[in-house]
């Protein structure tokens, strides 16, 4: 040690001087061709102070496949790291560049997000769709089931589609959603359940007033969407009743109840009470 001894009594060690032969007159070595190298020194330990235990590295984690999968294979078998890393700079540049455009689509938009928009526009259709599946066809009694089942398909099974994607999405619980919606969807066809359920009913009554309420835009193209009319029939009893019937039945059945609003005879329906479709018609001899 050039100043003395070390102040830990660690035994001193003779270096070479860096300028001149060594002071015992021994030959200077060769250093060419030689290599240093830096050895590592292990910390000051001010006086006083404990030495810190160094921390044992942690072993590293095992990974298992879970029951009945086949075993995970070593990620270098999978993909290289370099081909990782460079799509991993790809997706983030696409993203950066465009980050709500067709990039921020591509990458992000999960499938269960787009079937969510699908389900979406099918529902909000049935709701206020669902009724011209009941006012434009021709319903007559042996057809009227099939018409008013499909309209009650669309609507409840858009809920329950609707739901089901909605919990997807939002990973919830899926049937429970599911089942919400579902019954919002049997609200929405409330009267097309309760005509399936009660099937058609007899209406009787004479004709008091009857006022074809044609949307005559509609009708000089021939479309019956816009046709609606207003029957008043007065019972046997003296009540009267308002029937309001739309769509392909209002010209169908125009000529009967003029027919028997004319001739003063009693006309009796056979109609879904809840919808107010109209399946037949026709004026009776009262007894």
């Known amino acids: 040690h050039p100043t003395g001894p070390p102040p830990d009594g660690s035994p001193t060690r003779r270096v070479p001087h860096p300028t001149g032969p060594p002071p015992d007159g021994s030959p200077q070595p060769d250093r060419s061709g030689i290599i240093e190298v830096m050895c590592a020194q292990e910390p000051e330990i001010a006086p006083g102070e404990e030495p810190k235990t160094p921390v044992p590295a942690a072993e590293p984690a095992e990974i298992s496949a879970p029951k009945d999968q086949p075993a995970l294979e070593p990620f270098d078998e999978l993909v290289e790291p370099d081909e ?63 018409w008013v089942g499909l309209r009650l398909l669309v609507q409840i099974g858009g809920g329950l589609w609707f739901g089901y994607a ?44 009857y006022v074809p309420e044609t949307n005559y835009l509609h009708d000089s193209f021939g479309w019956q969407l816009g046709l609606r009319a207003q029957i008043e029939l007065e019972s046997s009893d003296g009540h009267f009743m308002v029937l309001t ?15 028997c609003r004319e001739s003063d005879l009693p006309i009796q329906f056979l109609m879904l009470t809840r919808l107010e479709i109209i399946l037949d018609a026709h004026c009776f001899q009262s007894a």
């Open 245 to 259: 019937p739309a769509g392909a039945q209002v010209p169908r059945w125009r000529e009967t109840i003029r027919r």
């Open 166 to 209: 909605l919990a997807d999405m939002m990973e919830l619980g899926r049937w429970q959603i599911a089942l919400v919606f579902l019954l919002f969807g049997a609200v929405i066809s409330m009267n097309a359940l309760l005509d399936a359920v009660q099937g058609p009913q007899p209406v009787e009554g004479t004709v008091a007033a």
């Open 84 to 146: 990782l890393s460079a799509h991993i700079r790809t997706v983030v540049a696409d993203l950066d560049a465009d980050p709500e455009g067709d990039a921020a689509s591509t990458y992000v938009r999960r499938p269960a997000d787009r079937g969510f928009v699908f389900a979406l526009f099918f529902f909000v259709g049935a709701i206020f769709l669902g009724s011209l599946l009941t006012s434009l066809p021709a319903l007559h009694s042996h057809n009227w089931f099939f």
